[in-house]
């Protein structure tokens, strides 16, 4: 069972604007960083942002004043607003969290599934 599942991807026109949003699910006792990555056709996947459980924030440069990421504590969920979109920003955006899950002795790194984002006109 995949303790995160993203939601809100959809199809947008240029300029327009989405919110993403990627809930953990389980016995979780602790998490700390949560993060968005993504993966356009043919290329590498690459780092949007990433929040720590302080709410510290980074952004990837190419996203930088247009996007903004969130979380909400203590129940672990992470969201992403997209403004501005560009067709450049058409990929499967992912969710990442550092987890511990109740009986697996440590921090391990999760994915969602992804969820599709289409900037098209």
């Known amino acids: 069972q995949v303790p995160l599942v993203e939601s809100g991807g959809g199809l947008v026109q240029p300029g327009g604007s989405l919110r993403l949003s990627c809930g953990a699910s389980g016995s979780i006792l602790s998490v700390t960083v949560m993060a968005w990555y993504r993966q356009a056709p043919g290329k590498g996947r690459e780092l949007v942002a990433r929040?720590?459980?302080?709410?510290?924030?980074k952004y990837g440069d190419s996203v930088k004043g247009r996007f903004t990421i969130s979380r909400d504590n203590p129940k672990p969920a992470v969201h992403l607003q997209i403004n501005s979109l560009k067709p450049e920003d058409t990929a499967v955006y992912y969710c990442n969290a550092d987890l511990w899950l109740s009986g697996s002795g440590g921090y391990s790194s999760y994915w969602g599934k992804g969820t599709l984002v289409t900037v098209s006109s």
């Open positions: 929040i720590t459980s302080g709410g510290v924030s």
